[in-house]
């Protein structure tokens, strides 16, 4: 066990009045290693968000230290990905608990404000634990959350980015403009780049990523349109945004003001107030010391009280789904009405007014009014509604574990059968299948599933056929459910994907449409479906680990022997015992492991040494696993 020197700021205070006076020779290389680096390039950790409410909440804490932890893959061309699995209770530090954990501690550090304890077999990462002390020398040391930093407070973004600079085998630099640097210089908020002493450390250790860049990035602008007078509040959603004053965002050839802006996180950059612009389309570019990003088109000045668009612009005629309005200068008093009917519980939210769908009159385009006092706007044909909707159900689906996806239909015609088509991420989904048991298209006589789990696409085609000489149907009328996808989520924990209905070329076209009683074809409505990845809920464990006491040494392997022979106790967790993972407990798994361990043999199958699922399922089983 093993504990960084983590940051001293009192030393550094000391060395900050002796440096002004001086000019320190560069050093072209500081970087340092730690013993030990992680065999497959991934470090899983679990965050407690347990930090003082002047930090922010637990979801603001969680936000930042993923911040520090993800900056050494997006500012970096490494080969290397911390991997987030959720929250923990755990708030001392045992390297022993298959848990990297990050927490706050009340003690005081003793002149150190934060620390990161590992531990390793060989020249492998097998764990650490990063603690962030609440005093310093007896004095309250204040955290700082969200934004910049006052004077008297510290940035913890930047200080969880040098610690997780240890989580990857990184110890101190001797660059002082490194992250990795062993003392806090200032209140850390210029510290939250990546110097390119911590990228070549990290580089040198992994490798780096082919065609792998680092910039600022831009996925998102909410809203993406307002008046050209300007005035309103916008967010940018991304990554790699750093701080204030370094920060340059132009809305086309008006930069806004530094003092306009906020960095809320890494992942958010609020507006407070765009300058005035010229009507149209234009690009969003952001500069800062990562490098420069351009959304192309990214946002619309417009001009005047207008309606421009609604999304979805298409929904079920029956009404009851969430819609979003977006036009220029609504206020909290816009009342805005689909095909004649007001918009139901509306509000206004980033400047767009969002409610619920209100029936609709019949099938059809509808017009999207917007009045304000003396002022309206009418979007002609701006919404369409129909009877026909297709909709992929979201689900929650553990990280490296299986689960179902429904598919749902509402028409407004009796239906013979359908035919569908989308797309998934291929990195964060697999799909295996299409079943119909327990759903209205059970026992159709024409089930013909098609999937490219490389392309990431699944194709069916449905046709319930006949039953005692009759047509079987799926009536019309509200939501049935017709099928249910199975899918494994192969993404990490906390990723969010989506079921997005497209049709999709090829020999032959897939294509998603419904088949009346006739044969006809009926054009549905969409409404992707989102999946959300947790943390497994699968047991865990350490291959070789026979008698279950978190420990891989040789007592391991005597567990196992008596086991087998001797009539002693079974292993807990049979998985764990199968050390050479061929799917049965035998005594050449204790000869493996023992090699394995002492005598430079072949390592273990994965998990090992470091607990975690098993990726290759078997019958045997752990306890509760």
């Known amino acids: 066990m093993k504990n960084t020197r983590a940051f001293h700021p009192a030393r550094v205070a000391a060395l900050l009045s002796l440096v002004s006076g001086l000019v320190l020779p560069a050093i072209s290389s500081g970087f340092e290693f730690l013993p030990y680096k992680w065999a497959q390039k991934r ?63 009340a003690a005081d550090g003793n002149g150190i404000i934060s620390a990161t304890f590992y531990d390793g077999v060989g020249d492998r990462y097998t764990g650490f634990d990063t603690l962030f002390y609440g005093n310093y020398a007896g004095n309250p040391f204040k955290w700082h959350g969200l934004g910049a930093p006052k004077e008297d407070e510290f940035d913890l973004r930047h200080v969880a980015l040098h610690e997780f600079g240890h989580g990857v085998g990184l110890d101190h630099s001797k660059v002082m403009e490194a992250v990795m640097y062993g003392a806090l210089i200032g209140n850390g908020l210029t510290r939250r780049v990546l110097f390119d002493d911590d990228r070549a450390g990290i580089e ?49 050839p008006v930069q806004v003001p530094a003092a306009n802006l906020i960095v809320e996180i890494c992942s958010r950059l609020k507006v407070t107030r765009l300058p005035r612009n010229t009507p149209g389309l234009v690009d969003v570019t952001i500069t800062n010391k990562l490098g420069t990003f351009t959304l192309r088109n990214g946002y619309t000045f417009g001009a005047g009280f207008e309606v421009i668009a609604v999304e979805p612009d298409a929904g079920p005629l029956q009404g009851g789904i969430p819609v979003r309005v977006s036009g220029n200068k609504f206020t909290p008093d816009t009342r805005v009405s689909i095909g004649g009917a007001p918009l139901e519980s509306p509000r206004l939210a980033d ?7 209100p029936p609709g009159k019949r099938p059809g385009p509808a017009d999207v009014q917007a009045i304000d006092r003396q002022e309206t706007s009418i979007l002609k044909g701006g919404f369409t509604y129909k009877t026909e909707l ?30 569908l088509a989308l797309r998934f991420n291929p990195r964060e989904l697999l799909a295996e299948g299409l079943a119909t048991a327990g759903t209205w298209s059970e026992g159709a006589e024409l089930l013909d599933v098609r999937i490219d789990a490389a392309a990431g696409t699944l194709t069916c085609i449905l046709y319930l056929g006949y039953a005692n000489g009759f047509p079987k149907i799926i009536p019309r009328g509200p939501e049935v459910t017709v099928g249910r996808i199975a899918l494994q989520a192969l993404g990490a924990a906390g990723l969010e994907t989506l ?31 989102k999946v959300k990845i947790t943390a497994p ?15 891989l040494d040789i007592s391991d392997a005597v567990y196992l022997l008596n086991a087998l022979f001797l009539g002693g106790p079974a292993p807990p967790c049979p998985d764990a015992a199968d050390a050479d993972d061929d799917g049965a407990v035998e005594m050449n798994d204790a000869v493996f492991f023992l090699l394995a361990r002492f005598a430079g043999g072949e390592p273990p199958p994965a998990p090992y040494p470091d607990p975690g699922v098993d990726p290759t399922p078997d019958l045997l089983e752990c306890q509760g696993g």
């Open 390 to 419: 297709l909709r992929a159900a979201d689900a929650e689906i553990p990280s490296g574990q299986k689960g179902l996806a429904d598919i749902r239909v509402a028409t407004g015609e009796h239906l013979r059968g359908l035919s």
């Open 351 to 357: 400047g767009r007014i969002e409610g619920i769908l």
């Open 43 to 105: 470090a899983p950790y679990s965050i407690n968000p347990n930090f003082p409410a002047t930090v922010g909440t637990a979801a603001q804490v969680i936000e930042i230290l993923r911040c520090g932890a993800d900056g050494w893959r997006s500012q970096t061309a490494a080969d290397f990905q911390f991997d987030y699995r959720g929250t923990t209770n755990i708030a001392k530090v045992d390297l022993l608990d298959g848990i990297n954990a990050v927490f706050f501690t």
């Open 537 to 551: 809920a699968a047991a865990t464990f350490s291959r070789g680990d026979a008698n279950g006491d978190g420990l």
């Open 499 to 529: 079921l997005h209905f497209e049709d999709i070329p090829g020999a032959p076209p897939a294509f998603n449409v419904f088949w009346d009683t006739g044969l006809g074809a009926l054009i549905p409505v969409f409404f992707d479906g």
């Open 204 to 252: 040198s250790l992994y490798g780096k990523r082919p065609g792998a860049q680092v910039s600022p990035l831009i996925t998102r602008i909410t809203p993406n349109q307002g008046p050209s007078a300007g005035g309103n509040e916008v967010l940018l959603e991304g990554e790699n945004f750093t701080w204030e004053d370094d920060t340059r965002l132009s809305f086309g």
